[in-house]
DNA sequence: GCAATTGGTAAGTGCTAACTTACCGATGGG
DNA sequence: CCCATCGGTAAGTTAGCACTTACCAATTGC
């Protein structure tokens, strides 16, 4: 039971706008519920919710600290996904060259850099 | 006035688990609507509204084909997709250094390759 | 020990969107 | 020319989920 981390987990999770804003501020450092639900538009119990499912993505972890609970990211679930996409990436690649056409293609042939890997 | 590639849009495409197989079907090579519907549990309009989404998404294009049309993956929308999770990834290493804590570390020393940039 | 702060949970509501069936325009073959 | 195939759109239904308020357990300070 936990931590799951797969990348359908971690696609679903961040597939929600509220909730990647709840990770973005996570960014920043670690935070309270209070702090994170201070900074949106929603209700601290509606926050409590979207961290319960970022958690079980393995994108956020959390540590008790006095009567408050500090959440931080975690990059497992990041990881997850950045595999996931890579093969995404490869495959597009692939299928790309056979079809051999962007329907935007205005200067020359292989750009996407990609990264070096 | 279509493709926008930006990563939100990107995120909330492949956010549905439907989405995310008609997505997955292309990255084989093109194709066309019928067969895309074919593998899938669902009918073939609701293949119609999936791939309008990931078009406005930049994350698939289209061709016609005779009576057919046949639809085939596009780098844009991963590119812009990647792009951002470079950013996740970077930020959560940062704030992951002052924590320097995940609270799940255990047979594995020395996970994360990253990669090399 | 008591009060105050913090956060998770329960219960309920409303809206979004994922799906269906029905219909129609477009293309190609005989 | 007509008919068959393919696919997008319209209209309607339903299930899920993002949100709310209310309540409760846990920890800390006085």
Redesign the interface.
Known sequence: MG?AATA?EA??A????TR?QV?RL?????RSVGEIAAQLPVSRPAVSQHLRVLKEAALV?D?PDGVRRLY?????G??A??AE?ET??D???S??A??A????PPRGRDH?PH???
């Not at 961040?14 to 706008?17: F, I, K, M």
């Not at 996570?26 to 670690?30: N, Q, V, Y």
């Not at 931080?72 to 497992?76: A, D, G, I, L, Y």
């Not at 056409?101 to 935007?104: H, K, P, T």
Request: glycine share 10%; charged share 35%.
């Open positions: 931590s359908d696609f679903d961040l597939g929600d706008p990647r990770f996570l960014r920043g450092g670690e972890s540590r931080s990211v975690r990059p497992t990041l990881e996904l950045r996409l995404m990436w495959d597009a690649l299928a790309f056979v079809a056409d962007d329907e935007d996407h990264h070096g890997r």
